[in-house]
Nanobody
Framework: QVQLVESGGGLVQVGGSLRLSCIAP????????MGWFRQAPGKEREFVSG????????YYLDSVKGRFTISRDNAKNTMYLQMVSLKPEDTAVYYC?????????????????WGQGTQVTISS
């Protein structure tokens, strides 16, 4: 079992920036593939970004390419999502998730451990 805790959400204006963090307290997640998902009200959850355990490969949803950057610091058991040029359609609850190292980090169904989410709201 991997416990994940997100932080960094908030309310920002269009064009603003936020950095989300995900930490695995008390446990190393160095061997896990990690990802960020989001769910807006009335919409299905979507896979925003993923990163392989080694940071050698990354995935981004088309609508966030060039604006979001995923990274991880395995020594700190922390993953980040840097978000810039935020748009109203980025408003959602953002979830951190983990998948086994043998998984395909690009496949949403591979993610089996989840955080509780952090709210991101973009005001226009």
């Amino acid at each position: 079992q991997v416990q994940l805790v997100e932080s960094g959400g908030g309310l920002v204006q269009v064009g603003g920036s936020l950095r989300l963090s995900c930490i695995a307290p008390g446990r190393t997640f160095a061997g896990y593939n990690m990802g960020w998902f989001r769910q807006a009200p009335g919409k299905e959850r979507e896979f925003v970004s993923g990163i392989k355990w080694s940071s050698s490969s990354k995935y981004y949803l088309d609508s966030v390419k060039g604006r979001f950057t995923i990274s991880r610091d395995n020594a700190k058991n922390t993953m980040y999502l840097q978000m810039v040029s935020l748009k109203p359609e980025d408003t959602a609850v953002y979830y951190c998730a983990a998948a086994s190292p043998e998984s395909d980090y690009r496949r949403p169904a591979e993610y089996i451990y989840w955080g509780q989410g952090t709210q991101v709201t973009i005001s226009s």
